[in-house]
Structures are given as C-alpha cells and as structure tokens.
C-alpha cells in the first residue's frame, strides 16, 4: 500500500464504502466536506480494488480534476493512471486506474470501443454532477460496475436527486465535525447591512440567472468595495461573482479603493501564474465568475465573499471551501454576508454550511443579522439550536404532555428526539428508495427493545437513524429511552442529555422516596 496514512474519518471512509459494496449496495456515496481530503480517500479506494485484480475508472467532468486525481494517485499509493481524454487512450496501456472525461466518454464513438465489463468500479469526484445525461449514459453501458460518488456536502434537494440513482450513503463527515475536530479552520460569518435586490432575478436550471444577477449586482459594486476596505482589509480574499465582465469590473473598482486585487477566468492566458501570484502574496483579493469551485487549493485564503447568490448548498459549500483549510498564522475564515433582498427563501447563507434543519438556519440568519459583528458558525448553531427546540417545545408542550402521561413504558419517538435535541431526527427526509420502504420487523423489535414506541416510525430509514442513535448513546453512556420516558413524566427536562449513571442515581433517589420527588429536588431546574 502507499506511504500515505489515512486520517481516522478517511479510514473510517474507506472502509463504510467497501463494506457497502461489500453488502451488495453497488452505488453508494461518500459525502467529506472541501479540504477534508477526499481526493487521497478514493485514491486509496482505487488502489484497494487493483490490489485485487479490478480495473477502475476515475471520472470528471474537468481537466484540473482529472491531473489532480492522477497526481494524489500517484503520491498516495504510487500507482499510475493511463488517461481516457480528447487524443489521450488508456486503451492499450497496463495502468489499472484511468482517469477519464465525461465528455470525452459520453460520445458512443469512443465509449463503445470499451467492453462493457471493462471496467469492474468507476469513482465519480464532484458526484453532485452524476445524475446528469452525459454521466448517466456512461455509468449505464458500464451497467455491471460498482460506483462511487464524492461529493461535498449535499442539501436535501441534492440528495433527493441523487438518491434516484445512488442506493445509500456509505459514510458522511460533515463540516462542524470536520473543524471541532481541528482538520479544517473555524468560520466567522459576518452579514454587512447593505441590501443588495434580487428579487427580480429569475431562474434558470434550478438556481439564479447568471447574466440576470450580474445585472441586479452591478449597482452595489463600489459600494461593497467600501465595505471590504472595513472589514478584510488585512485578509487574503477571494471573491466570486456570476458573470466574467461582472468580475473584471469589481477587480478594477477594487483597485481604485485600494486593494491588490487580480480577476481570473476560462480565457485567462496567465491564469496559472496569476494563481502563483496570488499563492505568492503579491495580491490580497483574487476575483473570479465561478472558475475557482471545483479543484484548486489556495490555504492561506482566510476570507471568502459569495456575490453568486445560489440556491445549491453544494455550490456554496465548494465557494466557502476555498477558505476552510489549515494554514500557518491563521486561526479562521471570514465569511462576509450580504443581506440579499428576495422572497425566495431556499438563497443559501452562511447558516446553511452547518444547520441541520432550514428552522435553525433560519434562526441563526435571524441571530447573524441582528449581531453586527463576526459570529462563529458553530457556537452561533449552536445557539439556534436551542432556541429552535424551545420554540418547538412550547408549541409541542400539550402533546409532549399528553404524550408523558400515556400509561406505557415506551417513550414516543418525539419525546425521545426533542429529549436529545437530535435535529437530524425529527427533520429527517428519507433520499434513497430503500429509505422510504417501512421498517422492518427486525428494526421494530430492536426499536421496542431499547424503549422506543414504534408504531409511528414511517421509514426504513428513519428506523435506521434511530437505531443508530441509540447504540451510539448506549456506547457514549448516556441516559436510556427508559430512563427518559420516567424520569420526563415527572416533569425532569431533556433528560436525553443526561449521562446515564445521572439518570440511575436520580431514579434511585426517587425509588428510595417511594417514587415520590424528593424535597431538596425541583424537577424544572
């Protein structure tokens, strides 16, 4: 194997994915956020299967990611790749890993001179892109291959789309886990009060007009100009916006305000040495209509600002990941955020990086725009969180009531939720067909068995997240579903965060006082 070891998730990564396949589940995903390392996961997936005598295609729909992937091959397991692209042929060579274009395999005159078993598993970077027309007719002639997607993190929308294809989630490492951790850098988000209108902006494919929003954005240039001489200053940036003649004007407003700044784009002869320049610290703004999402790593980037209003979490994530990698000196990214005037409520903000749910997101837009200064992401969910849950507890206190007093041992999957203050249970959205099937008897019975009422779990797949749950709290020592069903119907609050030798003991106490409360304990507080 290469000389490259694997961070604990990335091994953990690798090994959820080839148990799926493992398991029969031949189109799984792989969700790690930007500068998490993805590129040396599947590279070390792709070693696995030649080391067993497959052949494997690694695709994408851009040449940058493409010589990426073939160069962290090589670093990481000192496997070559033969490529599959324009005038370039793997047909012929003995490499075991190609690295292909999509566009090039789309067409029939090139992908039928392949066999159809050619290929025994095909990776896919960027697998957002997947479930589009040209993917699709090559992952169908290669129809008997195992297949990877890797992607950043997907919004519900997102998922949805690619659960028609994909038939699980192998593993998921998500942003906030990724930065508490320490393998990415903090985000401070910071909304500036100038209210750019985009109300009138249409749709196109699913997110904003790119020609519509350079228009609606062009008043507001010199004015956010300003703003960026208050607050990054003395910070690396990178700024995107939607259209190439949008970004060459801001690149010049820029520089008249004072700022080194440089545009890069598709045509840029000097593109790469701009980038050098840059990497280089001869300039302190890099300007770009969209060119820099997918495959470029500039880590001493620590600040990032969106003027590409976008609907797509994937989209948003790749820009804001620009800024999210370690570097020497610097202790977060700055995100700064325009208070966008629109009735569509799916724009991405900050708040969407990390919320669970669009009612925390919500919140923390609320709490974000209220603030005036940098917030950190995390401690701001956290927060929202909080309060969202409140808010849910009130509106919810007489069914929680009624639900507390029923004479069953069970506790209902709502209180057992709102109890852990579990977002991603009682937001859940079942993406793939297998999560939608109903439980099964063996979930059921495993759910009644650690306390759960099961009668209103609906899917499969939320049987399984309960499941998981519960084990993972069993093994982390906290309070039981039992534990919180009696100790809740004596008026005790979110006892789902209790440890549960806390919950043993205060039930002992109780049972000692012939299960009456006893007078020193005010079960409220």
């Given amino acids: 194997m290469g000389a490259v070891t694997l961070r604990p998730y990335q091994q953990a990564a690798m090994e959820a994915v080839l148990r799926e396949w493992d398991e029969g589940h031949d189109r799984t995903l792989l969700v790690l956020p930007t500068g ?14 030649v080391r ?15 010589e990426q992937a073939g160069d962290k091959i090589l670093q990481a397991t000192g496997l070559k ?5 324009a005038e370039q042929t793997c047909r012929g060579s003995w ?33 957002h892109h997947s479930v589009s027309d040209s993917y699709q007719h090559v992952l169908q002639y290669f129809e008997r291959a195992k297949v990877l997607g890797v992607t950043a993190t997907p919004d519900r929308a997102d998922m949805r789309n690619l659960g028609t294809y994909y038939e699980s989630l192998a593993y998921e490492y998500s942003l906030p886990q990724a930065i508490k951790d320490g393998y990415l850098c903090k985000i401070m988000a910071q909304t500036i009060p100038l209210t750019i209108d985009i109300s009138g902006v249409g749709m196109s494919a699913g997110d904003y007009k790119a020609g519509e929003l350079g228009s609606a954005l062009d008043p507001y240039l010199s004015q956010i100009a300003k703003e960026m001489l208050t607050y990054c200053a003395d910070r690396k940036t990178v700024v995107f916006l939607p259209l190439v003649k949008t970004s060459q004007k801001f690149c010049d407003i820029l520089n008249e305000a004072g700022f080194h700044a440089a545009e890069v784009n598709g045509n840029s002869d000097d593109r790469a040495e701009i980038l050098q320049d840059f990497d280089e610290g001869k300039y302190n703004v890099l300007c770009n209509s969209m060119l820099l999402t997918e495959g470029w790593d500039c880590p001493s980037v620590d600040c990032v600002i969106v003027l590409r209003a976008t609907k797509s979490r994937s989209l948003y994530s790749q820009m ?27 724009l991405c903000r900050p ?11 919500a919140k923390m837009t609320e709490k974000l725009n209220e603030s005036g200064k940098p917030e950190d992401l995390e401690i701001l969910e956290k927060e929202a969180a ?9 509106a919810l206190a007489e069914k929680l009531a009624a639900m507390k007093k029923r004479k069953r041992k069970l506790v209902d999957p709502l209180q057992f939720e709102l109890s852990i203050q579990a977002e991603d249970l009682s937001g859940y959205v079942p993406a793939f067909g297998w999560e939608m099937a109903p439980p099964t008897q063996k979930q059921l019975a495993a ?11 609906e899917s499969a797949g939320k049987a399984k997240l309960l499941l998981d749950k519960l084990i993972k709290r069993k093994e982390m020592g906290l309070a039981t579903a039992r534990q919180i069903r009696l100790l809740e119907a004596r008026g005790f609050q979110h006892v789902g965060t209790w440890s549960f030798t806390a919950a043993t003991q205060m039930i002992g106490r109780i049972a000692a006082c012939g299960w009456r409360i006893p007078r020193d304990i005010t079960p409220a507080t």
Wanted: proline residues 2%; negative net charge.
């Fill in 95 to 127: 490499y075991r890993i190609v690295v292909g274009s999509v566009q090039t395999l789309m067409r029939d005159k090139r992908l039928k001179q392949f066999p159809a078993d050619f290929f025994d598993t095909i990776i896919i970077d960027e697998a």
């Fill in 447 to 457: 759910l009644e068995k650690f306390g759960i009422f099961p009668d209103e779990i």
């Fill in 351 to 361: 708040a969407c990086l990390i919320a669970e749910s669009n009612d925390v997101a």
């Fill in 36 to 49: 998490c390392g993805k590129t040396i996961v599947f590279a070390k997936i792709a070693e696995s299967r």
């Fill in 81 to 85: 790749c033969a490529v599959e692209k």
């Fill in 52 to 66: 067993v005598g497959e052949r494997v295609l690694i695709m994408a729909h851009r040449g940058e990611l493409l």
């Fill in 386 to 394: 909080e309060d969202v849950v409140a808010d849910r507890e009130r």
């Fill in 320 to 346: 804001v990941g620009r800024g999210t990698r370690l570097f020497p000196g610097k202790d977060n990214v700055l995100l700064l955020d325009f208070l966008w005037n629109t009735e569509k409520h799916e």
